[in-house]
């Protein structure tokens, strides 16, 4: 009978720490009410009738005692699986790992020590303060981490949708993206595309909200990082070219660094201007000593090919041979020799257009250019974004400022604008010195109707789903 009263009351007295489950991007589960409850209840119940089977009647009151210290205690121990989680995410991986580990022996050990102070007459002088200075070590320590990592670290929200107030990836939008080049047997070809993260949704004002979450929190938190990573999503999806950039070269030491290879892309890509050089200048000098960002050798080699091949689009030979030398430094410990493209001094490339849908200025929709390149390393065709416009009045758009190189089409828009027949599809384009100035035939978007329901019946244009709340229209800056 002894055996088996002590046996239900380690039960449930180390049953508060049995909720170490990680979910993939969330805390551990808390302890839900009623199992809380039913475990204070065992706790409080089993405690005093171990005791008194031990010890007869003098075991009742220590015995009680015993159960609401150790239920007090058990509870604390069920705050740190959450809270070693996000000191995990915080940086803290060792010594969450050690409180993974350890977590249960030390509520056993506690538990033990109280035992013995409440019991062994031995230890009656000093029974109080042991008893005190164990529980107010749960106690003060659980909560002064929590107050700690609140504070300075934004622990409590489940996820980044909670932190920043956003809505989650289940309530994203999808629009479609028309892809204007050859591809796939067809001139052009249309993909949907969710615009979301693995976790928020990524509407404009979802970007916009997150942003100021990372002001607001001065990128430290247990999502600084994903969210970090959610605005340069977001941003890039929509085809925001110049606000992708800026954050795709956000820095905060030892916190976040550049995303040097998507950044570098943006930059060769894009228009070759003034202002494009001085980012270039900035994401190089952020690279300083520092080791964030460098830590493989292949990742370095292509992050120091881009800035060789940057500096050469923008002209610059003495930057480029400089990041050259870097390269060549790497080859001795890489297995893959990278070609760096050559010098470029053309400034003055130009793509202009028009765009309609129905015979009418495609004003909804936004048209995006896309720079063709060809890595010699993996052997595969990349489609960097050098920047996005969205029609006027009478449809026309242009891009300028570009260097030499080739180019493809883009549209963005509703699924159902972008649901039909295409006309005037530019496929591959090139800009090269001889032809600075490409004009492209107007692309025309015809939305495919609805067939009748009858042979005679009227046909029409499809309808989009309506959904029970409106949704709200594209917000495209021009």
């Given at each position: 009978?002894?055996?088996?009263?002590?046996?239900?009351?380690?039960?449930?007295?180390?049953?508060?720490?049995?909720?170490?489950?990680?979910?993939?991007?969330?805390?551990?589960?808390?302890?839900?009410?009623g199992r809380a409850l039913r475990l204070l209840l065992g706790t409080v119940l089993c405690a005093p009738a171990a005791f008194a089977a031990a010890r007869g009647r003098r075991g009742l009151v220590p015995g009680a005692a015993f159960g609401f210290l150790a239920a007090a205690v058990g509870a604390?121990?069920?705050?740190?699986?959450?809270?070693?989680?996000?000191?995990?995410?915080?940086?803290?991986?060792?010594?969450?790992?050690?409180?993974?580990?350890?977590?249960?022996?030390?509520?056993?050990?506690?538990?033990?020590?109280?035992?013995?102070?409440?019991?062994?007459?031995?230890?009656?002088?000093?029974?109080?303060?042991?008893?005190?200075?164990?529980?107010?070590?749960?106690?003060?320590?659980?909560?002064?981490?929590?107050?700690?990592?609140?504070?300075?670290?934004?622990?409590?929200?489940?996820?980044?949708?909670?932190?920043?107030?956003?809505?989650?990836?289940?309530?994203?939008?999808?629009?479609?993206?028309?892809?204007?080049?050859?591809?796939?047997?067809?001139?052009?070809?249309?993909?949907?595309?969710?615009?979301?993260?693995?976790t928020t949704d990524l509407s404009p004002d979802s970007i916009d909200r997150i942003e100021s979450f990372l002001e607001r929190t001065r990128l430290r938190g247990v999502f600084a990082e994903e969210a970090l990573e959610a605005v340069r999503l977001g941003r890039l999806q929509r085809w925001d070219e110049e606000r992708a950039l800026d954050a795709m070269m956000i820095t905060v030491p030892g916190r976040a660094h550049p995303d040097y290879r998507r950044a570098l892309e943006l930059l060769r890509a894009g228009p070759v201007t003034a202002e494009r050089f001085g980012k270039l200048e900035q994401l190089s000098a952020a690279t300083g000593r520092r080791v964030e960002g460098f830590e493989k050798a292949t990742e370095s080699q292509y992050i120091f090919e881009g800035f060789s091949a940057a500096y050469a689009r923008f002209g610059d030979e003495a930057k480029a041979r400089e990041w050259l030398t870097r390269l060549d430094g790497l080859w001795a410990v890489s297995e893959k020799r990278i070609e760096v493209g050559s010098l470029e001094d053309m400034r003055e490339g130009r793509v202009s257009g028009s765009l309609f849908l129905d015979e009418r200025p495609a004003t909804g929709l936004r048209a995006g250019l896309f720079y063709v390149w060809n890595s010699s390393a993996t052997k595969t065709t990349h489609y960097w974004l050098s920047g996005s416009r969205v029609p006027d009045e009478d449809g026309r758009f242009y891009f300028d400022n570009l260097g030499p190189g080739r180019y493809i089409l883009g549209l963005l828009g509703r699924p159902e604008d972008l649901r039909g027949s295409f006309t005037g599809v530019p496929g591959q384009f090139e800009v090269t010195y001889e032809r600075p100035d490409v004009l492209l035939e107007p692309v025309r978007v015809r939305r495919e109707p609805e067939p009748a329901e009858d042979a005679f019946g009227p046909g029409g244009l499809r309808e989009g789903r309506v959904p029970m709340v409106p949704e709200p229209p594209l917000r495209f800056g021009r």
């Open positions: 009978m002894r055996l088996f009263l002590f046996g239900l009351l380690s039960w449930y007295a180390l049953g508060w720490t049995k909720n170490v489950r990680l979910f993939p991007d969330a805390f551990p589960l808390e302890l839900t009410a604390c121990a069920s705050r740190w699986p959450q809270l070693g989680r996000a000191i995990e995410l915080c940086g803290g991986v060792f010594t969450a790992y050690v409180l993974k580990i350890f977590l249960t022996t030390a509520l056993a050990a506690t538990c033990a020590a109280l035992a013995a102070a409440l019991t062994r007459e031995d230890w009656r002088p000093y029974s109080r303060r042991l008893v005190l200075a164990l529980a107010g070590s749960w106690a003060l320590g659980t909560l002064g981490a929590e107050l700690a990592l609140s504070r300075v670290w934004g622990y409590g929200p489940p996820s980044l949708a909670a932190a920043a107030g956003v809505p989650t990836n289940r309530d994203a939008r999808t629009l479609a993206v028309a892809w204007l080049y050859p591809t796939r047997g067809r001139s052009y070809h249309v993909d949907s595309r969710r615009m979301s993260s693995e």
